[in-house]
């Protein structure tokens, strides 16, 4: 026989663990992080009468590293989030270009496609949708410790406490929860798969509308597309030994390494920056993540992160945060237990995610090597099959 939880009986006032501390709040759900999974997750969980908290660090709205680039597969899950997306005026994004760093290139038209907006439009919009569901939208509010107690979570900031029957983590890359509970991850050596170093920049720049290019160089590789207001994004990867290999500038580093690409080398010199410096962020890992943290359910790039020249990591984390609703759900209601919950969440995530971001860890091996992104683009070029199949491989059907 299974039993379940009565998750009202649950909300009888606990002490905070160790303490005669009560909580400051009580919810129902509690989101660490608000970037995409967490603010969908958000959207959801107040739409459907829940008390549901999000915490983020920083204030909406704010500039992000993200390649900005969204898979047509979450257009109408965004639509019916509230995103006005057809009146957005957003370009519509279908063919691919990649280039090898000796110049030579394959142009491939999307199979699905997507379309360009910044993260800064993006996010602020979703966060005006979560508050009028009725979230309570913490901004500048780090957690900074995270315990599990008579099947309740009690969280701290710096100076409040609080208590929810569930809670996820939208955290994003790396976190300071990420190291107190040691994560595997975070406890790897530098090898081909962490220590990444990733650069924004907003740009203009007459780069066609319908176009997103990847273009490789030593150690690395660059995105490039449009997005609102006619600007563009300008979004690169590589190791953390490249740049200190240049002396930790990304300046020199550009011009001695990725200026060897005729196509960067043009874009750099001739774009217009928007602002003066670009957003940077390193420590970016590509290693396997654990899926549930201490009972907490991990969505968007704190539960994995696909290579970005998929270009699929936005509709994987809106994804994820659907998929984390209905367990949830289903749990609050009493259809489930909590540990039914863990475990269905953790088997269907993986169904949907764990082939692509293999696919994306095998693919990223050709790129930023010279030698090697030369002889996949030489090879793929007379076959545009096997390029449009590699593309499914990181990619799924809307949701």
């Not at 107040?46 to 969204?70: D, H, M, N, Q, W």
């Not at 976190?175 to 990444?196: A, E, G, I, M, T």
């Not at 993540?289 to 991990?298: F, P, Q, W």
């Not at 692509?356 to 007379?382: D, E, H, M, Y």
Request: aromatic share 12%; charged share 20%; proline share 4%.
């Amino acid at each position: 026989m299974t039993l379940y939880f009565n998750q009202q009986d649950l909300k009888q006032e606990q002490p905070f663990p160790g303490t005669d501390v009560l909580a400051d709040r009580e919810y129902d759900v509690a989101i660490i992080g608000g970037g995409l999974a967490g603010l969908a997750l958000s959207i959801l969980c107040g739409r459907a009468g829940y008390e549901t908290v999000l915490f983020e660090k920083e204030s909406y709205p704010f500039r992000r590293v993200c390649g900005e680039y969204i898979s047509l597969e979450s257009w109408n899950f965004l639509e019916k989030l509230g995103l006005p997306l057809p009146g957005m005026a957003l370009p519509q994004i279908k063919t691919l270009l990649v280039s090898a760093p000796n110049g030579n290139n394959i142009k491939q038209q999307l199979p699905l496609g997507g379309f360009g907006i910044s993260r800064y439009k993006l996010d602020y919009e979703l966060c005006r949708l979560s508050k009028q569901a009725g979230v309570n939208v913490m901004e500048e509010t780090r957690i900074t410790s995270s315990a599990f107690d008579h099947q309740q979570f009690f969280l701290k900031s710096k100076y409040t406490q609080y208590r929810a029957l569930h809670s996820c983590g939208a955290f994003g890359k790396r976190s300071n929860l990420d190291l107190k509970w040691k994560r595997p991850f975070v406890q790897q050596k530098p090898n081909k798969l962490n220590n990444f170093v990733a650069v924004k920049y907003h740009i203009y720049h007459d780069h066609p509308a319908e176009l997103i290019s990847l273009h490789n160089f030593s150690n690395g590789y660059c995105g490039l597309s449009r997005i609102e207001d006619g600007k563009s994004c300008l979004c690169y990867l590589t190791t953390a030994s490249n740049l200190q290999r240049n002396g930790n500038s990304l300046g020199q580093m550009e011009q001695q390494v990725l200026y060897k690409n005729r196509y960067l080398k043009e874009v750099f010199e001739s774009a217009e920056f928007i602002y003066k410096e670009p957003v940077v962020i390193s420590q970016v890992s590509f290693e396997k993540k654990s899926l549930i943290e201490d009972h907490m359910l991990m969505v968007g790039d704190a539960a994995g992160m696909i290579t970005p020249l998929c270009g699929n990591g936005m509709s994987m984390a809106l994804h994820g945060a659907k998929l984390a609703f209905e367990w949830i759900d289903a749990c609050l209601k009493g259809e489930i237990s909590r540990q039914q919950m863990e475990d269905g969440y953790r088997n269907q995530w993986k169904s949907y995610f764990a082939n692509r971001l293999r696919t994306g860890r095998v693919i990223q091996q050709f790129f930023g090597n010279p030698f090697l992104s030369n002889l996949l683009i030489g090879s793929l070029k007379p076959f545009p099959r096997i390029s449009r199949w590699l593309i499914r491989q990181t990619h799924g059907e809307s949701f």
